[in-house]
Nanobody
Framework: VQLQAFGGGLVQAGGSLRLSCAAS????????MGWFRQAPGKEREFVAG???????TFYGDSVKGRFTIFRDIKNNVFLEMKSLRPEDTGVYYC?????????????????WGQGTQVTVSS
């Protein structure tokens, strides 16, 4: 069972990135999927979550209106990030949760990817 996040990089403030999360080893088609991020010295923070069929999405307050989470039929999950700010810098993780509703708590998620670094320069 593996989740792999990729697509991070270095971008200037105001720029955009799209993160992808690929699942393998089992099907996550009925799992809640989430994105979290962690900056140095800070706690892991909820960024966005999506329910199993993509019908409901949730966002952290700091990214509302700038980030979009979506998923495809192949179990991939994406995070479209626009108008990036230096405070968006961190390691971004994708995660899967077998529970039916989206949780903002990282410790409810069952599977985690390895993380991808996003750095936004001012």
């Amino acid at each position: 069972v593996q989740l792999q996040a990729f697509g991070g990089g270095l971008v200037q403030a105001g720029g955009s990135l799209r993160l992808s999360c690929a699942a393998s080893g089992r099907t996550f088609s009925h799992y809640v999927m989430g994105w979290f991020r962690q900056a140095p010295g800070k706690e892991r923070e909820f960024v966005a979550g999506i329910n199993w069929n993509g019908g409901r999405t949730f966002y952290g307050d700091s990214v509302k209106g700038r980030f979009t989470i979506f998923r495809d039929i192949k179990n991939n999950v994406f995070l479209e990030m626009k108008s990036l700010r230096p405070e968006d810098t961190g390691v971004y993780y994708c995660a899967a949760d077998a529970a039916g509703s989206v949780s903002r708590s990282w410790n409810t998620y069952d599977y985690w990817g390895q993380g991808t670094q996003v750095t936004v320069s001012s």
